[in-house]
């Protein structure tokens, strides 16, 4: 399959190899599966590629339809970015590019001086079907889920074979850049803590919906950051809904991003929550230690990945000091960091019956944030593993392995 080569990127299954897919300009390939959200149940409803109606856009199962979402003309958009100045270009992504944008917040029309509201404008790259796909996707979820850790979605644009989304502006942009963007202040183990009790919400918030919806693409570029840095999960182009009952999903297609998908997934196509559940524990400690879960860019950077580097620290609470990131310059509580990354080890478990659910990890954090604000007390150290620890290959080689 594709080159997944490049830092981390999306990756596909091995055996997913007759599918449309689309170049991420990092090296990596994105596709979906056949039987994903963007299924044809939804295709079917879309009145054609000229719909400039939410109401002709199939919706996720047990969600309701939004009525709330603005539909803009493309003209307005190109208005609102100065016509997609690359000036205003915010970030870039496998399947489009973020520009910042000023429209009207009353009208929601191109801006007056008196009434600007900032928002961030995703333009899809034109004329792939994986693109509409996601675009159509993340409508349908963000369109009809409101929460405070997710972004919040204003309104779309669907126009001659031009795709777009109009979101809130999140000043603080996404957690890649504060953690890993050279010269950026680093953050505080305070507010990495809040970052990662603010993830734990949204996904909690996902899996506890009837639909019990799976985000699937949580990584740190997904992870946006408002003023004061509280969290705001975007990019639902990859989510579907779970499994309910007993039934468990098999992709045929395994989509997501190398270096944060769950290795059972990865090897089988089998999606539960719990394959979040592994993602979040990627994102939990790259905050711990401030390294990216792989980096391809530089060749010998952890080789083996960051799970498989970091699990033998996180199982002996006296090593993991050795992992920290050293930019927080020693200025963490030494127990918040062992309760931490206990609760990492346990989203890590190869065997996903053995992690734990998702509001399960936000309790756990929830009791260790508020104990750090009691200095005096000791924190929570999460219940340990209720079977021995396994020995397992390496996800992310195995990830590689099936993709090359
Ligand atoms: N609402 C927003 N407010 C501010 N910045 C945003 C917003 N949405 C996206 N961005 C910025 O644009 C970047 C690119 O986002 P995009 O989702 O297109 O790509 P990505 O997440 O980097 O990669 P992928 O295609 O794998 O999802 C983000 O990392 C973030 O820095
Ligand atoms: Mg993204």
């Not at 689309?22 to 994903?36: E, F, H, I, V, W």
């Not at 191109?110 to 509409?132: E, N, Y």
């Not at 996903?352 to 756990?364: D, T």
Request: hydrophobic residues 35%; glycine residues 10%.
């Amino acid at each position: 399959m594709g080159n997944c080569s490049g830092r981390p990127a999306k990756c596909a299954h091995a055996s997913s190899n007759n599918f449309p897919e689309s170049r991420n300009p990092r090296g990596g390939t994105k596709s979906m599966d056949d039987s994903g959200l963007g299924s044809s149940r939804q295709q079917k409803t879309l009145a054609g590629p000229e719909s400039n109606s939410f109401r002709n856009i199939g919706v996720a199962s047990s969600l309701a339809p939004s009525t709330t979402l603005k539909s803009f003309s493309l003209s307005e958009l190109k208005n609102a970015t100065r016509n997609f100045r690359s000036d205003n270009l915010i970030g870039e992504g496998g399947f489009g590019f973020v520009f910042k944008g000023w429209v009207d917040g009353n009208t929601l029309g191109p801006s007056r001086p008196d009434s600007k509201m900032v928002v961030a404008i995703k333009k899809l790259k034109t004329g792939g079907f994986q693109g509409h796909k996601e675009w159509l996707a993340e409508l349908n979820y963000l369109g009809q889920l409101q929460h405070e850790n997710l972004v919040k979605l204003i309104g779309y644009c669907a126009e001659s074979e031009n795709r777009l989304l109009v979101y809130e502006f999140m000043p603080k942009g996404s957690l890649e850049n504060h953690l890993f963007r050279k010269g950026v202040e680093p953050i505080s183990w305070a507010t990495r803590m809040s970052i990662a009790v603010g993830i734990a919400r949204g996904l909690s918030f996902l899996h506890s919906l009837d639909a019990n919806v799976i985000f699937r693409d949580l990584k740190p570029s997904n992870i946006l950051l408002d003023s004061d840095f509280s969290v705001k999960l975007s990019d639902f182009g990859l989510a579907r809904d779970g499994p309910t009952g007993d039934k468990t999903h098999i992709s045929t297609q395994v989509v997501g991003t190398r270096g944060y998908a769950a290795p059972e997934y990865v090897a089988t196509g089998r999606l539960t929550p719990k394959s979040d559940v592994y993602s979040f524990g990627v994102v939990l400690l790259e905050l711990l230690t401030g390294k990216r879960a792989l980096d391809d860019d530089r060749p010998g950077y952890l080789d083996e990945g960051l799970v498989d580097w970091a699990k033998p620290f996180l199982s002996e609470s006296r090593k993991v000091f050795r992992i920290m990131d050293t930019r927080l310059g020693g200025q963490y509580s030494k127990k918040g960091a062992q309760s931490a990354a206990a609760i990492a080890l346990q989203c890590l478990d190869w065997d996903q019956k053995y992690r734990p659910a998702m509001s399960e990890v936000l309790a756990m954090l929830e009791q260790l944030t508020h104990t750090a604000k009691r200095p005096s007390s000791v924190p929570p150290t999460p219940p340990p593993h209720t079977h021995p620890p396994p020995h397992h290959p390496s996800a992310n080689s195995s990830t590689v392995e099936l993709l090359s």
